[in-house]
């Protein structure tokens, strides 16, 4: 399958040349002959121009204001400056960058690890670990998080009988500051990176046999085949899991507010769950709407070190 | 890494490595299914009070009804050999105290909760979702790609362009304009806004590239109308980028959650996973209960990903990988 490159035009022969007079007339004409294309087109726009633009739109305007039931009045920048003000905002995004610090790498160094050793297997174990590991990927998180609560339940669960089996204290997982955060990261980290597995077995095997082949004749040993072949080649499949988690990651919400509500106390307050807060319980739309634009803004920074880190050194 | 260099050993030490993986990356989806079937009270003659293996310690690893029920089938068995009726009497009922214990919190999920309705509520959302994007994303996508026309490009730019831009940043105009739509509380709430994802464009998009401008022009030479050269030779050519985008879109609206516990108030109108934190909310303690509502959420997901699941990997390698 031949696939162009993101917003690339085909080319069509035959078109490309032509005298222009009267542009406006042209296009207009133009416009006419293909109205057909603008009725297919028409009810994607419609939805997205109503639930997409115009909200995306209307956030930064809100996060100008001081939301009012009756009018909204604008107060310049106040909003963002009492957001970098904000105690628990402070805290909801050192928690955010801790969990995203230490999920993103193990889950996309794990996928490919796991990925690598499913390659190497036949075709039938290949289809079978990648849906294990694909599987708990396309249940709802707030399943997942449901069991999880369970499985850390301070009396019952199985994560203290397992500390029994070493001989350790039972331990207040998800009920303690100290602990609370940390074990939603265990959590995440558990969790198998199917998405990344599966573009990691992909894009390994698109890589060319001959490469293996050289570096066979140079006696290099499967792990430096690996180190040195593999992985390097491997670098945009990487880069791109690795946008693809931080993305994620900064937007954790599911299991904060089915496991400890960003508690105990605001140890497990995360960024997005603040701005949910923020918005529909405290009904601070404005305040809720400028947080919301500086957790994009962080996103598109964090994007594009990434991007210039990673890409840099192909 | 060519696949035979690696030996005997090497291969069963990789075997053994990923079965673990799997075990440990697996063992939370088994733990809600053995949890939502552990019999959660039991009392033999032999015992002063009935006793609860949900909350037992050390936990039981597999549903206890399984063996107790053997247990006391061979007892059964042996009581009527024995032609001792009382007992095979007292065997034949704990057999079916252990069926119905079993199934019991299933039981009372449907007869004291509405999970039925937000089951029925879930599954017609996702398919009038996913069909509605798979209509309107590939006429979307098949212009995009294949005609020429004046704001072709821009557009494109700029539905594309939002995609970078997180979920959570129209969380409050949406909810403000929902609410003057007057459409809180209401289907219409994550339908319209679900409608309106632009990822399945970009796919789309991609995807007809592939398809030959010769058969195009052929239909157009045949007289067929604009409508029915995408209905009958674009959509047939490009199924398997909507079974991909359809499994995607399904999965999503199934799973979606921050959205509908805000737009949702009313217990016949919730979603699965909004049912299902309502009812966490409401049961912190009964973990039977809890886990038996997470497996009817997770058992269609489950079905099908096991049903398509050729189509999930294709849907993760499209756009992303060339192939």
Redesign the interface.
């Known amino acids: 399958m031949t696939q162009q490159p993101i917003g690339a035009t085909p080319k069509k022969e035959g078109t490309a040349l032509k005298v222009r007079k009267k542009p406006r007339r042209t296009i207009f004409l133009q416009m006419r002959k293909n109205y057909s294309s603008y009725l297919f087109l028409m009810p994607k726009l419609l939805l997205f121009i109503l639930f997409v633009a115009i909200p995306v739109v209307w956030a930064f305007v809100l996060s100008f204001q001081e939301y009012k039931v009756f009018g909204s009045e604008f107060v310049g920048i106040d909003n963002y400056i009492k957001v970098f003000e904000s105690e628990a905002f402070r805290i909801a995004l050192k928690n955010t960058l801790l969990f995203t610090v230490v999920t993103v790498p193990f889950s996309v160094i794990s996928a490919l690890v796991i990925a690598s050793m499913i390659f190497v297997l036949g075709k039938l174990s290949q289809s079978f670990f990648r849906s294990a590991f694909y599987l708990p990927t396309v249940t709802s998180m707030v399943i997942i998080a449901m069991v999880w609560r369970w499985m850390y339940n301070y009396e019952f669960g199985l994560f203290n009988y397992v500390l029994g089996w070493f001989g350790i204290e039972p331990l207040n997982w998800l009920g303690q500051s100290s602990s609370a955060l940390w074990a939603l990261i265990i959590m995440q980290c558990l969790i198998p990176f199917g998405v990344g597995i599966i573009m990691y077995l992909a894009s390994m095997g698109s890589i060319s046999e001959s490469l293996y082949e050289a570096a066979r004749i140079d006696g290099a040993s499967t792990f430096k085949q690996w180190l040195y072949i593999t992985v390097p080649l491997l670098k945009p499949t990487t880069l791109y899991l690795v946008l693809l988690s931080t993305i994620g990651s900064f937007q954790v919400f599911t299991q904060i507010i089915m496991m400890t509500g960003g508690g105990p106390g605001s140890a497990t307050e995360t960024l997005v769950h603040l701005i949910y807060k923020t918005g529909f319980r405290d009904f601070e739309f404005g305040f809720a709407a400028a947080q919301s634009v500086v957790l994009f803004v962080i996103i598109l920074i964090f994007s594009i070190i990434q991007f210039r880190v990673l890409r840099h050194d192909e | 890494?060519?696949?035979n260099?690696?030996n005997g050993l090497n291969?069963l030490i990789?075997?053994v490595?990923?079965t673990i993986?799997?075990v440990?990356?697996?063992l939370?989806?088994y733990?809600?299914f053995s949890?939502s079937l552990q019999l959660s009270s039991y009392q033999s003659k032999d015992m002063e009070r009935p006793i609860s293996y949900?909350?037992?310690?050390?936990?039981k690893m597999y549903p206890m009804g399984i063996p107790l029920y053997f247990e006391h089938w061979s007892g059964a068995r042996e009581a009527k050999k024995a032609d001792n009726i009382e007992d095979e009497k007292y065997h034949r009922e704990m057999m079916e105290h252990i069926v119905d214990n079993t199934f019991s919190s299933f039981k009372s999920l449907f007869q004291k909760h509405d999970i039925g309705k937000w089951f029925f509520n879930s599954l017609y959302i996702s398919v009038v979702v996913t069909f509605g994007i798979l209509?309107?994303?590939s006429?979307?996508g098949?212009?995009?790609?294949k005609?020429?026309?004046?704001g072709?490009?821009l557009?494109?730019?700029?539905?594309?362009s939002?995609m970078?831009?997180?979920?959570?940043?129209?969380?409050?105009?949406?909810?403000?304009?929902i609410r003057d739509l007057e459409l809180m509380d209401t289907h219409w709430a994550l339908i319209?806004?679900d409608?309106?994802m632009?990822f399945g464009?970009?796919l789309m998009r991609?995807f007809m590239?592939?398809i030959p401008?010769e058969l195009l022009e052929a239909a157009r030479m045949d007289g067929a109308s604009?409508?029915r050269t995408?209905w009958t030779v674009v959509l047939p050519l490009a199924k398997p980028g909507l079974a991909a985008l359809g499994i995607f879109t399904f999965?999503n609206v199934?799973?979606s959650?921050?959205w509908p516990?805000?737009v949702l108030n009313s217990a016949e109108l919730y979603t699965?996973?909004v049912g299902?934190?309502t009812l966490?909310d409401a049961n912190l303690a009964s973990?039977k209960l809890?886990?038996s509502g997470?497996t009817v959420?997770?058992i269609p997901?489950?079905i099908?990903?096991?049903l398509f699941?050729r189509y999930?990997?294709k849907g993760?390698?499209i756009?992303?990988?060339?192939?």
């Open positions: 890494m060519k696949k260099s690696f291969k990789i075997y490595l990923l993986f799997a440990v990356s697996l939370p989806l733990w809600v949890t949900v909350d037992a310690n050390p936990p209509l309107i994303d006429m979307a098949y212009v995009l790609a005609k020429k026309f004046p072709r490009n557009i494109f730019w700029i539905i594309i939002t970078m831009i997180p979920g959570q940043v129209t969380l409050v105009p949406l909810f403000m304009m319209l806004p409608l309106s632009v464009v970009f991609q590239y592939s401008d604009e409508w995408f999965m199934w799973n959650f921050l516990i805000i699965l996973p299902l934190k966490q973990f809890l886990m997470a959420a997770a997901m489950i099908v990903f096991i699941q999930f990997v993760l390698t756009g992303g990988v060339k192939e």
